[in-house]
T-cell receptor, first 118, second 110 residues
Framework: DARVTQTPRHKVTEMGQEVTMRCQPI?????VFWYRQTMMQGLELLAY????????DSGMPKDRFSAEMPDATLATLKIQPSEPRDSAVYFC????????????????FGDGTRLSIL | DAKTTQPPSMDCAEGRAANLPCNHS???????VYWYRQIHSQGPQYIIH???NNETNEMASLIITEDRKSSTLILPHATLRDTAVYYC???????????FGTGTSLTVIP
């Protein structure tokens, strides 16, 4: 089965360091989502892209977070500088959305990057 | 966005059917109901989705009421590996965003 691949699976770093998380979406999917999961907030949508263009990043702290899709096979989420409150599991998901935003195809998730900021 | 309401937790005996309810009384006519589950330390896993008709696949069945205000996910023969948090989600009309609520924590008991 095709899968969304996320790297690294685990990351521990000190406050102030830059963190880069990577995601390889399922081949043929045109939409990529970034989520964050914490015990307090549950699963939150941070940003999403369609055909590599950012469509919505309203859930993402703009001052330190950035999301990009350098090409169709790679999505990145960067935090600079990182803070302890950024500790969470970050999930990437991909899906196929038809022209005009219609369609009912499900999203498929990777197994996440577990980030700990000390 | 249609809000979903699920019980926070449920138990089910191994081998029995697990019936997980979800209320979505404000659902719009063209919004689908999706079910995902999340096993500890893994990403959410897609289970099934539907619009108005009942659906069945190799994992589960989805029963949607005629007025579409509620649905039930049925795992016909629950196993210990079905222990997970189950999320009922109504997809927004555009953009394909999914908004996850708090879900139902299902524990399958031996």
């Amino acid at each position: 089965d095709a899968r969304v691949t996320q790297t690294p699976r685990h990351k521990v770093t000190e406050m102030g360091q830059e963190v880069t998380m990577r995601c390889q979406p399922i081949l043929g999917h045109n939409t990529v989502f970034w989520y964050r999961q914490t015990m307090m907030q549950g699963l939150e949508l941070l940003a999403y892209f369609r055909n590599r263009a950012p469509l919505d990043d309203s859930g993402m702290p703009k001052d330190r977070f950035s999301a990009e899709m350098p090409d169709a096979t790679l999505a990145t989420l960067k935090i600079q500088p990182s803070e302890p409150r950024d500790s969470a599991v970050y999930f990437c998901a991909s899906g196929l959305v038809l022209q005009g935003g219609r369609g009912n195809q499900p999203q498929h998730f990777g197994d996440g990057t577990r980030l700990s900021i000390l | 966005d249609a809000k979903t309401t699920q019980p926070p937790s449920m138990d089910c005996a191994e081998g029995r059917a697990a019936n997980l309810p979800c209320n979505h009384s404000t659902i719009s006519g063209n919004e689908y109901v999706y079910w995902y589950r999340q096993i500890h330390s893994q990403g959410p896993q897609y289970i099934i989705h539907g619009l108005k008709n009942n659906e069945t696949n190799e994992m589960a069945s989805l029963i949607i009421t005629e007025d579409r205000k509620s649905s039930t996910l049925i795992l016909p023969h629950a196993t210990l590996r079905d222990t997970a948090v189950y999320y009922c989600i109504v997809r927004v009309k555009t953009g394909n965003q999914f908004y996850f609520g708090t879900g139902t924590s299902l524990t399958v008991i031996p």
